[in-house]
């Protein structure tokens, strides 16, 4: 079975902190492996998308990662605005697998 | 161009009644999907359409649950008897390869 799992569930860090988010993965012939950002109250919005391991996307303090077993989202110098709830999801022959989410705080 | 959007944003129920939650995808994409996401939990798969093929149906949790999508286009997802443990914000999205999300529909049963 296709399986997600994010860590870790809650992170605090002050603003200008960098730190990285862990999504590990377990999919059969991985079609693609995503990144999604989502705020309280509001759908998830989409950040990125990685294919193949080796693969890195950035977009501005964002950059995401990916080996065959994990991929990591790197926050260099968070600011208060990078708060919210980060999803990873995977998708296999079948449909997407989302992971539980690691909910993000930065602290002025 | 117009994103995802559902209706209504919020719905309040007595337990036993149905309801019906809408889907409007973007313009164009044929694959349309709902999940449903309780307090604190991840995504959950309910529903997949895909063009005019035979929609997955693997994730809804229960007979009460249904949806339909017609013209390719709108989709709506029924509940009927809703139950107090189907309060959920219940997220729609489509796609051509990426899936974007609707801001979701937040169902509370009384």
């Known amino acids: 079975e296709d399986q ?43 950040l990125f998308t990685l294919y193949s391991a080796g693969e ?4 501005e303090r964002l950059k995401a990662t990916l080996t065959k077993k994990e991929s990591f989202l790197h926050i260099t110098a968070p600011k208060p605005e990078d708060s919210a709830t980060y999803l990873c999801a995977a998708e296999g022959a079948q449909k997407l697998v989302f992971g539980q989410g690691t909910r993000l705080t930065i602290n002025p | ?28 994409h044929t694959a349309l999907y709902w999940y449903r996401q309780s307090l604190g939990q991840g995504l959950e798969f309910l529903i997949y359409f895909q063009g005019n093929s035979a929609p997955d149906k693997s994730g ?16 709506t997802l029924t509940i009927q008897r809703t139950q107090q443990e189907d309060s959920a914000v219940y997220l729609c999205a489509s796609s051509q390869e990426t899936q974007y999300f609707g801001p979701g529909t937040r169902l509370l049963v009384l």
Do not use: H, M
Not at chain 2, 3 to 23: A, I, M, Y
């Open chain 1, 4 to 46: 997600v799992t994010q860590s870790p569930e809650a992170l605090r860090l002050q603003e200008g902190e960098s730190s990285s988010l862990n999504c590990s993965y377990t999919v059969s012939g991985l079609r693609g492996l995503f990144w999604y950002r989502q705020d309280p109250g509001k759908g998830p919005e989409f």
């Open chain 1, 56 to 59: 890195e996307k950035e977009k």
């Open chain 2, 60 to 75: 809804l949790p229960s007979d009460r649950f249904s949806a339909e999508r017609t013209g390719g286009s709108v989709s």
């Open chain 2, 1 to 28: 161009g117009a994103g995802v959007s559902q209706s209504p944003s919020n719905k309040v129920t007595e337990k036993g009644k149905d309801v019906e939650l809408r889907c409007d995808p973007i313009s164009g």
